[in-house]
């Protein structure tokens, strides 16, 4: 009887066990959700000097092996990558909470994608505010304590509301874990392999001139410069801004280092990688295996190896900061609108069309070509929500014209025009048809098998279809541009790698084993093909800051008009796009060289160029190159001055496949197009 007894009392207990284990797995896992920002905060106040401490470790780069330095193993390989995802876990909390709270997001595509941009919105407008009544910029600590702040009060939502447990069961599938998984390793594995790239390779044009518009953000609301900065005023506009402000968080929290613009890349990847997933088993009954995941994660990090060393319109480099943090983002939000879209949410759709026409000039054409393929193929119509994405678009657009009236009146900055319509008709008038490289630009990024997705009707869902025509509709869309740049095509690089992945007929049981060996071996291949040409970094640009020595005031302050004086500076080497560049001479940046010009990289010495007011003395012993009304340069010794122009950074460092002629990347600058079908040689 005891026995019995015993028996029973010990089937009760596990019956009531039972019964709780979902409670107790809800809540253990609601206090991991909390403990994991507060972690990665408490590790970032103690760390966050090691991202300042690996830059400044700079002088390895000019190291014969600058991709493996054993001595600085620890800080390369181990402490910046954590502190860099510890970053990016932060960063994304408050928003994942938000999207918690609010109920939107049922699985872990939407979960990422609302987060992320849940977070853009949050943190950057109390960091605004925050900074506007304290009347000084945010930096470091102070603003780790905003974003801590913003993760507490989003929690604090999130367990208040708490939306019904049903709702977020589709958060706990079995796959969730080894999705998360890869997506994690995913910017582990960058930040190491890449670790010279994102530390010491200088600058060119345009990562700088994201970094100086997110730096901008230290100095005012708006990333918007005034028209006294010159020729940088162009950029962010209302078409490409959003982008700005997660580069913003990180030169508050890091510092003010090349790093900082080019660590959202990072950040960017698993969001993007969680999005590409959930596409592609959107509306299957069969979710993908471990290799497929796999084979996807190694097709996006193949991506990444292109865009850090090829996707550029430098002469020398490429700089991740931008396009990679732009690009990147705006594929994310596109999958955003089209998971909103097959899943009927008109909200949401809504909120990320407005959100894409704010990421890329490329909004337009992609959703429009989007909505006309959904239009042709997916059944039943979705009539309503098409008409609502294309007011959206055609809204958004019509009020581009509104916020540069409102900031005016305000006092700030208007937004600018660089991208506007009238700078995409020439290209669009003006067609090529021989450049067949273009072709490898679109796909071997990618694996070159996602290509093949695209001449696979008969085998797709009508989903499936829709997602490759338009895929293929934009590689037309670019491919007859006269200009274009290589990272046009990562929209349709990451679109057709989605439609490959869904097409059915590939992963029968009886194809499935041939067709993941068949693309296995094409990443084989593509990676072959888009290995860089060399391991050596371009400094060539951090060379001719440290000898410029700039005696007007501004730059510490975040005045825009010392970017007024670009013009002046630019007389010491001709532009990128300029006839002579590479071959004949070293060209750049006047912008890049200024921010070296302010590093203080204990340059000991006279420098060999001056940058001062018209009105000072003249320098004793230099030959004055170049006055205006406000600002003189004089250059010290013409022999550095030759030994500078004579630098030959060898161009292009990224592969030769990836190489866009001269004529294609400048085409104001070069009014002659060749003949050739393969023109790599832009003296050609």
Not at 500 to 526: C, D, H, M, N, Y
Request: with cysteine; charged share 15%; proline share 8%.
């Amino acid at each position: 009887m005891a026995q019995l007894a015993t028996f029973r009392l010990s089937c009760h207990v596990q019956r009531m066990a039972l019964s709780r284990a979902p409670d107790l797995r809800e809540k253990c896992l609601t206090a991991a959700a909390i403990a994991l920002p507060i972690l990665c905060g408490a590790i970032l106040f103690f760390w966050s000097g090691v991202i300042g401490a690996a830059a400044r470790e700079f002088r390895l780069a000019y190291g014969p092996h600058p991709y493996f330095v054993p001595e600085h193993a620890f800080l390369l390989y181990f402490a910046a990558p954590v502190i860099a995802l510890s970053a990016g876990v932060l960063l994304l909390s408050p928003g994942l909470f938000l999207s918690r709270a609010t109920g939107a997001s049922e699985d872990l595509p939407e979960w990422m994608i609302s987060g992320l941009i849940f977070s853009i919105g949050i943190v950057s407008i109390v960091t605004t505010i925050t900074q506007e009544l304290m009347g000084t910029p945010l930096r470091g600590t102070s603003f780790l304590y905003i974003v801590l702040a913003c993760c507490l009060g989003c929690s604090l939502v999130w367990l208040l509301v708490r939306p019904k447990p049903e709702r977020g069961k589709k958060l706990l599938r079995p796959n969730t874990r080894a999705t998360l998984s890869i997506a994690t390793a995913i910017p582990l594995i960058l930040a190491i392999t890449l670790a010279p790239k994102i530390y010491w390779e200088s600058f060119n044009g345009d990562g700088l001139h994201l970094y100086e518009s997110a730096r901008l953000l230290l100095f005012q609301p708006s990333p918007f410069w005034p028209e006294s900065a010159g020729p940088v005023a162009g950029f962010p506009n209302l078409k490409a801004v959003l982008f700005v402000f997660p580069v913003s968080w990180f030169v508050r929290l890091f510092g003010e280092f090349e790093a900082s613009a080019r660590l959202p890349y990072l950040l960017l990847q698993p969001v993007l990688y969680v999005a590409i997933i959930g596409l592609v088993e959107q509306g299957r009954v069969r979710k993908l295996g471990l290799p497929e995941r796999i084979l996807i994660a190694i097709a996006l990090l193949l991506l990444c190896l292109v865009t850090a060393f090829s996707a550029t319109e430098d002469p020398y480099s490429s700089d991740m900061a931008l396009p990679g943090v732009q690009d990147t983002l705006f594929v994310i939000v596109l999958c955003g609108l089209i998971l909103a879209f097959l899943r009927g949410k008109t909200g949401w759709a809504i909120a990320y069309t407005a959100l894409a026409y704010m990421t890329s000039p490329n909004a337009i054409p992609i959703i429009g070509l989007w909505l006309l393929s959904a239009i042709v193929l997916i059944r039943p119509l979705h009539g309503a929500l098409i008409l609502k994405i294309g007011a959206t678009l055609a809204a958004v657009a019509a009020l581009d014209t509104v916020p540069p009236i409102l900031l005016k009146l305000a006092g700030a900055a208007p937004p600018h025009e660089e991208h506007g319509i009238w700078n995409l008709i020439p290209r669009l008038v003006d067609v090529q048809i021989r450049q067949l490289p273009r072709f490898a630009w679109a796909f071997a990024p990618v694996g070159i098998c996602p290509a093949i997705a695209l001449v696979s009707y008969k085998w797709q869902d009508q989903t499936t279809q829709a997602i490759a025509l338009t895929a293929f509709s934009g590689f037309c869309f670019y491919y007859f541009q006269s200009q274009i740049a290589l990272h046009y095509f990562m929209p349709v690089a990451i679109l057709s790698l989605i439609a490959f992945w869904r097409t059915e007929r590939f992963f029968e049981p009886g194809t499935r084993k041939i067709t993941l060996s068949f693309a296995s071996l094409l990443l084989v291949v593509s990676v072959f093909v888009s290995w860089p040409r060399t391991d050596r970094l371009n400094m060539a640009s951090r060379i001719v800051g440290n000898e410029i020595e700039d005696r007007t005031d501004g730059y510490d302050r975040g005045d825009p008009a010392i970017f007024g004086r670009l013009a002046t500076v630019q007389a010491l080497f001709p532009r990128p796009s300029a006839s002579e560049v590479p071959n004949r001479s070293y060209g750049g940046a006047p912008n890049v060289w200024l921010y070296y010009a302010h590093r203080g990289d204990g340059r000991a010495g006279p420098r060999n160029y001056v940058l001062q007011w018209a009105s000072a003395p003249p320098v004793p012993g230099a030959r004055l190159v170049k006055k205006d009304d406000k600002v003189a340069l004089y250059v010290r010794s013409q022999a550095v001055w030759d030994a500078h122009k004579a630098m030959r950074p060898l161009d292009p460092s990224g592969s030769l496949l990836y190489a866009v002629p001269k004529w294609v990347r400048y085409r104001w600058d070069w009014p002659k197009r060749p003949s050739t079908v393969f023109t790599f040689d832009p003296e050609k």
